[in-house]
């Protein structure tokens, strides 16, 4: 079975830093795609990030594009998040995501199986 875990989150004031990480369990951290999501309530889930192990490629959402860097560790099969010059904006419930399934969109949430709990992040101004 595969399973998630966030952790990370917490508050910050804009421009600060923080890291998020994804443990991963049942499956190692580079047997698929993964991506990393945030949520504010009455809000859809928007894509942040994504990486392709097998090519190492990478790619963003424009809001957090230059900001944000998603990474693998295979040793600790952890993904990390590192954010820098947060702002306001950044605050939600951040999710990681693995394992596609269809043929969608990367930033669309129907297209990925597995998904940790969250880990919340506050940017105060």
């Known amino acids: 079975q595969v399973r998630l875990l966030e952790s990370g989150g917490g508050s910050v004031q804009a421009g600060g830093a923080l890291r998020l990480s994804c443990t991963v369990s049942?499956?190692?951290?580079?047997?698929?795609?993964l991506a990393w999501f945030r949520q504010v309530p009455g809000n859809e889930r928007e894509g942040v990030a994504i990486?392709?192990?097998?090519?190492?490629?990478?790619h963003y959402a424009n809001s957090v594009l230059g900001r944000f860097t998603i990474s693998l560790d295979v040793s600790k099969n952890t993904a990390y998040l590192q954010m820098s010059g947060l702002k306001p904006e950044d605050s939600a419930m951040y999710y990681c995501?693995?394992?596609?399934?269809?043929?969608?969109?990367?930033?669309?949430?129907?297209?990925?199986?597995?998904w940790g709990q969250g880990t919340q992040v506050t940017v105060s101004s």
């Open positions: 049942g499956v190692t951290v580079n047997a698929d795609q």
């Open positions: 995501a693995t394992t596609r399934r269809g043929d969608g969109h990367w930033d669309a949430p129907s297209t990925w199986l597995n």
């Open positions: 990486i392709y192990p097998i090519s190492d490629n990478t």
